[in-house]
């Protein structure tokens, strides 16, 4: 699981790392789905359906998941 330290905005934004940015194929306006578990922020790039998540899945053997840490 690759980590990363992030600086929250006046805003309350976050500008993703390029490198995290483009291997997850994420495109500018395109939307993620943000997670809270614990004191934990799990952003995922949004999949357009559960068929395309699968095929992630079996293409990569594993979900894109990025972790935030704070």
């Given amino acids: ?8 905005s006046s805003k309350r934004q976050i500008t993703l790392p ?9 495109q500018p ?6 997670e809270v578990q614990g004191d934990k922020i799990i952003l995922s790039p949004k999949t357009t359906s559960y068929t395309q998540l699968l095929l992630d899945i079996l293409t990569t053997g594993v979900a894109f998941t990025l972790l935030l840490y704070f």
């Fill in 18 to 26: 390029a490198a995290i940015y483009k291997r997850l194929g994420i």
């Fill in 1 to 8: 699981m690759e980590q990363v330290i992030v600086r929250v």
């Fill in 29 to 34: 306006g395109q939307k993620l789905l943000l």
